[in-house]
């Protein structure tokens, strides 16, 4: 082949490589964490701007999206196996809010249904939950904000201009809150406990447009370009 490209996030061995992709770094930190696994000749691509976005998220992107602050639709969306069954945590910590919100929970398996169908019999929000859901892009046209884990799905969020509250649980995870965080397009929720979700929440639903200001930066940080960029590089002569 031509060029060898490989995804990488762990920088923690030799990569004899043409071209390394590790879009949860920023492109200074990438620099510094795989100065010693990478030949001098590599070419480097971190940070959202090379982020691999599906087509689907590409094409459902609308641009100065207009969002409801005062009874807003929320994902709830926490990775595709959630084995400590955040999604439980997170939701059962909302039960106490007076915003009344119209929540909509994405989980990969059926583990803590039964937890879910639960809390939709003890809370005052609308909830729906839906197990495996495919149409992720066009679900996300339709939220007003997520409270999200803080893995690859954090750049098709800002891709499609979603406001976020981001919960890190991982040490791999504490980059992508950074740049989201400090492109203006998240907010980091420190904990699932009441008064905290409580106090990110009210940062976010301020009344004076701050979500419509999240959306924005997000689309500026993610704009759904970085897999034809990279195609584009392994074409090259």
Same mark, same amino acid.
């Given at each position: 082949c031509?060029?060898?490209?490989?995804? %990488? =996030? &762990?920088?923690?061995?030799? #990569?004899d490589?043409? @071209?390394? /992709?590790?879009?949860n770094?920023?492109?200074?930190?990438?620099?510094?964490?795989?100065?010693?696994?990478?030949?001098?000749?590599?070419?480097?691509?971190?940070?959202?701007?090379?982020?691999?976005?599906?087509?689907?998220?590409?094409?459902?992107?609308?641009?100065?999206r207009?969002?409801?602050?005062?009874?807003?639709?929320?994902?709830?969306?926490?990775?595709?196996?959630?084995? %400590? =069954? &955040?999604?439980?945590?997170? #939701?059962?910590?909302l @039960?106490? /809010?007076?915003?009344?919100?119209?929540?909509?929970?994405?989980?990969?398996?059926?583990?803590?249904?039964?937890?879910?169908?639960l809390?939709?019999?003890?809370?005052?929000?609308?909830?729906?939950?839906?197990?495996?859901?495919?149409?992720?892009?066009?679900?996300?046209?339709?939220?007003?904000?997520?409270?999200?884990?803080?893995?690859?799905?954090?750049?098709?969020?800002?891709?499609?201009?979603?406001?976020?509250?981001? #919960?890190?649980?991982? @040490?791999?995870?504490?980059?992508?809150v950074?740049?989201?965080?400090?492109?203006?397009?998240?907010?980091?929720?420190?904990?699932?406990?009441?008064?905290?979700?409580?106090?990110?929440?009210?940062?976010?639903?301020?009344?004076?447009?701050?979500?419509?200001?999240?959306?924005?930066?997000g689309?500026?940080?993610?704009?759904?370009?970085?897999?034809?960029?990279?195609?584009?590089?392994?074409?090259?002569g």
């Open positions: 031509r060029k060898l490209l490989a995804i %990488d =996030e &762990l920088a923690d061995r030799n #990569l490589v043409d @071209i390394l /992709l590790d879009q770094r920023s492109p200074h930190q990438a620099r510094v964490d795989y100065e010693e696994y990478l030949s001098g000749e590599a070419v480097l691509l971190a940070g959202p701007h090379w982020s691999l976005i599906r087509p689907e998220f590409r094409d459902n992107r609308e641009e100065a207009s969002l409801n602050e005062k009874s807003p639709r929320v994902l709830v969306i926490m990775g595709g196996s959630d084995p %400590d =069954e &955040l999604t439980s945590d997170v #939701l059962e910590s @039960i106490g /809010l007076k915003t009344r919100l119209d929540i909509i929970a994405v989980i990969g398996q059926p583990d803590q249904l039964e937890r879910l169908e809390l939709t019999k003890t809370m005052s929000h609308s909830l729906e939950i839906r197990i495996g859901e495919t149409k992720m892009a066009a679900l996300m046209a339709e939220v007003d904000f997520a409270i999200s884990a803080a893995g690859s799905t954090v750049w098709e969020l800002c891709c499609m201009g979603v406001p976020m509250m981001l #919960l890190a649980e991982e @040490i791999n995870q504490q980059a992508v950074q740049q989201a965080e400090a492109a203006g397009a998240a907010v980091r929720l420190p904990s699932v406990e009441l008064d905290c979700v409580k106090a990110v929440l009210s940062t976010m639903l301020n009344g004076r447009g701050r979500l419509e200001v999240m959306s924005r930066a689309q500026d940080l993610v704009d759904g370009q970085g897999a034809l960029r990279i195609a584009q590089l392994l074409l090259k």
